[in-house]
T-cell receptor, first 115, second 113 residues
Framework: DAGVIQSPRHEVTEMGQEVTLRCKPI?????LFWYRQTMMRGLELLIY????????DSGMPEDRFSAKMPNASFSTLKIQPSEPRDSAVYFC?????????????FGEGSRLTVL | LAKTTQPISMDSYEGQEVNITCSHN???????ITWYQQFPSQGPRFIIQ???TKVTNEVASLFIPADRKSSTLSLPRVSLSDTAVYYC??????????????FGRGTSLIVHP
């Protein structure tokens, strides 16, 4: 298996632009998570899905952030408009068991820089 | 209130055993304890998980006392490649009662030659 695949690996954009991050979970996994990592705040859970349905989005910072999972093999995290404080590494992870006992498999992350 | 508390950093030398302790005083009855390892520029990677007593795999051991208010990750005979950040996780309850895997700030382990 190729593991969790994220794209792009690096993104540099200017403030106000729309950013779309993409994730392909491991086949057969029915949980998908989006995390954000910064030096200041560490790893924060933004949102997670179960069977393509958003279960908890309490970590989504504000309305500028949105996430979708149109099918079991694809998810997007969109930021519109982007701001410099959104600069971070965004990780996608998937799991095939429940969130308490399930092992999270992480992608390599998308490093976002907003100028 | 933080779910977990770990030392910010630790230093060790090659060949030594390293023990990293995590406090989780408010752990819930059905919470599992999970440890992850993260190298620079990579996503976290699962190391080990346990509920009580002792769990051992090919990478590490996890010791959990009876009250489950803490846990200790033990890395036998570390090498330079074990230099990484180690996270202890217990869950959190989000909106609507959903269970959220929550990462703390982790312990930065540096292994010296």
């Amino acid at each position: 298996d190729a593991g969790v695949i994220q794209s792009p690996r690096h993104e540099v954009t200017e403030m106000g632009q729309e950013v779309t991050l993409r994730c392909k979970p491991i086949s057969g996994h029915d949980y998908l998570f989006w995390y954000r990592q910064t030096m200041m705040r560490g790893l924060e859970l933004l949102i997670y899905f179960n069977n393509n349905v958003p279960i908890d989005d309490s970590g989504m910072p504000e309305d500028r952030f949105s996430a979708k999972m149109p099918n079991a093999s694809f998810s997007t995290l969109k930021i519109q408009p982007s701001e410099p404080r959104d600069s971070a590494v965004y990780f996608c992870a998937s799991s095939f068991r429940d969130t308490n006992t399930g092992e999270l498999f992480f992608g390599e992350g998308s490093r976002l820089t907003v100028l | 209130l933080a779910k977990t508390t770990q030392p910010i950093s630790m230093d060790s030398y090659e060949g030594q055993e390293v023990n990293i302790t995590c406090s989780h005083n408010n752990i819930a009855t059905n919470d599992y304890i999970t440890w992850y390892q993260q190298f620079p520029s990579q996503g976290p990677r699962f190391i080990i998980q346990g509920y009580k007593t002792k769990v051992t795999n090919e990478v590490a051991s996890l010791f959990i006392p009876a009250d489950r208010k803490s846990s200790t990750l033990s890395l036998p005979r570390v090498s330079l490649s074990d230099t990484a950040v180690y996270y202890c996780l217990v869950g959190d309850i989000g909106t609507g009662g959903s269970y959220i895997p929550t990462f703390g700030r982790g312990t930065s382990l540096i292994v010296h030659p």
